[in-house]
């Protein structure tokens, strides 16, 4: 059973930073491909970017290719969000969800029924 733990989210302004952390406890982190996905209200949870095992694949959506990146350290069971040139957009909470995966490279599926373990969320508000 793996507890996903969401931290960093906060108010920046328009064309500003802020770095989302996901801490994990009680599995083997580095058997997890990790996830970030974002919901607005009134809005779907869409998929942001997610990270293989390893931490050697990446794929993020092409509204924040170029200003996200997400990394991890599995030394520290903790995954990460880097968020520059924040648009207003970008509000919404910020979930991390973890997948088992089963190679090194293998990147979780975006379908949210697919992931069972979940953060509670960070909220992201981003002013103009």
């Known amino acids: 059973q793996v507890q996903l733990v969401e931290s960093g989210g906060g108010l920046a302004q328009a064309g500003g930073s802020l770095r989302l952390s996901c801490g994990a406890s009680?599995?083997?982190?580095?058997?997890?491909?990790v996830s970030w996905f974002r919901q607005a209200p009134g809005k779907d949870r869409d998929l942001v970017s997610v990270?293989?095992?390893?931490?050697?694949?990446?794929q993020y959506v092409e509204s924040v290719q170029g200003r996200f990146s997400i990394s991890r350290d599995n030394a520290k069971n903790t995954v990460y969000l880097q968020m520059n040139s924040l648009k207003p957009e970008d509000t919404a909470v910020y979930y991390c969800?973890?997948?088992?995966?089963?190679?090194?490279?293998?990147?979780?599926?975006?379908?949210?029924?697919?992931?069972?373990?979940w953060g509670q969320g960070t909220q992201v508000t981003v002013s103009s």
């Open positions: 969800a973890a997948q088992r995966a089963d190679g090194d490279s293998e990147l979780a599926v975006p379908y949210i029924a697919l992931y069972p373990y």
């Open positions: 009680g599995g083997a982190f580095s058997d997890y491909s």
């Open positions: 990270i293989s095992r390893s931490g050697g694949a990446t």
